[in-house]
């Protein structure tokens, strides 16, 4: 079923999770520096949207290699997204949790702090944390391009 589909033909409130790199700011390859990291407009401007309708909730679930990166992105997000709330920012420190891969940290994040009598649903642009999540987890996911127009 197709993002909108699902989203438009529910009863059920919905939290949303979306991922930063790849799907809110372009993720380039080496780059960790979030001064120099281009927003993704489009999708930004989806989630400014999306967050209108009375039964979404929204969150950036997002892994972060250090700590460090954890205060870069909160800096990145008040700039380009000041309209999103930090309470709903879900920053998953690889740093302090070594030797657990992004999609082990996602899929367990999901397992353990999902609302079950709520639509949850999960946008990410890694096609390895997507299959992951999608055999782990009873959750509906979406690759970032099911959202695009």
Request: glycine share 2%.
């Amino acid at each position: 079923m197709k993002f909108y589909d699902l989203i438009d033909n529910t009863n059920k409130d919905i939290d949303l999770y979306v991922d930063m790199d790849g799907v809110l700011a372009e993720y380039d390859i080496g780059n960790f520096s979030y001064d120099t990291i281009r927003p993704l407009k489009s999708n930004i401007k989806r989630i400014f949207e999306l967050q209108k309708r009375n039964n979404i909730n929204i969150y950036i679930l997002s892994v972060c290699k250090t700590n460090n990166i954890i205060l870069e992105k909160i800096e990145w997000i008040k700039k380009h997204m000041a309209f999103f709330h930090k309470d709903n920012c879900i920053f998953l420190s690889k740093e302090e949790n070594e030797g657990i891969t992004s999609k082990e940290l996602k899929s367990n994040y999901l397992k353990n702090n999902c609302d079950k009598s709520k639509l949850n649903i999960v946008v990410d642009d890694d096609i390895e944390i997507i299959k992951y999540i999608k055999n782990n987890n009873d959750v509906n996911i979406f690759h970032v391009s099911s959202w695009i127009d």
